[in-house]
């Protein structure tokens, strides 16, 4: 198999395994966060997640919720983006945890270094280019990190694929896989 079919087979199994988990966690109609009780998702994030990452929890809960996001899909792009350093300035200027450039109609830099206006942003446009790729988690986060017209990029799928295999990681743990097990 060539490199470019290796990519391809690994993208759609992780996509895959994305949907399926997404599929098992019900939510509410009126709020977009999972109903309260239910056995797939208890609100909080996996395990998998190191200190620098899990410390910020009630902030990625909360805008998790907000947006009808998955914690752990948002942990998961913190990790690429940030590593969770709150402080990171990127070397195309975006800024903070999940790096949100700023805009004219987002926070400055300055505003967006504080963890809950970076992550209020950050997951309000995550969920946006997830809407506008109909639900397509592996293209979206493409779009998340290079715009929609970078999405056939290399750089850019990678950054996809990384971020679809932390969260599959996070999921597996959380749902009681080792964390350092070869269970992929």
């Not at 198999?1 to 009126?30: G, I, Y």
């Amino acid at each position: 198999m060539t490199e470019e079919t290796c990519f391809k087979v690994r993208a759609v199994v992780l996509l895959a395994l994305l949907m399926n988990v997404l599929a098992a966690v019900p939510v509410s109609a009126q709020s977009g966060a999972p109903e309260s009780g239910s056995a797939e998702d208890d609100g909080s994030l996996s395990p998998f997640w190191e200190p620098v990452v899990s410390r910020w929890e009630d902030i990625i809960v909360r805008y998790a919720g907000r947006r009808g996001l998955d914690p752990d899909l948002v942990a998961s792009v913190i990790w690429k983006e940030s590593r969770g350093i709150s402080t990171v300035q990127g070397p195309t200027g975006a800024v903070g945890l999940m790096c949100v450039k700023p805009f004219p109609w987002r926070p400055d830099a300055e505003e967006l270094e504080n963890p809950w206006t970076n992550v209020a942003a950050g997951t309000r446009t995550l969920a946006q280019v997830i809407r506008d790729g109909n639900g397509d988690a592996f293209y979206a986060l493409a779009a998340y990190n290079g715009g929609w017209d970078q999405i056939h990029l290399r750089v850019t799928r990678n950054y996809a694929t990384d971020v679809l295999d932390h969260y599959a990681r996070a999921v597996a743990v959380k749902g009681g896989l080792p964390h350092d097990g070869d269970w992929m």
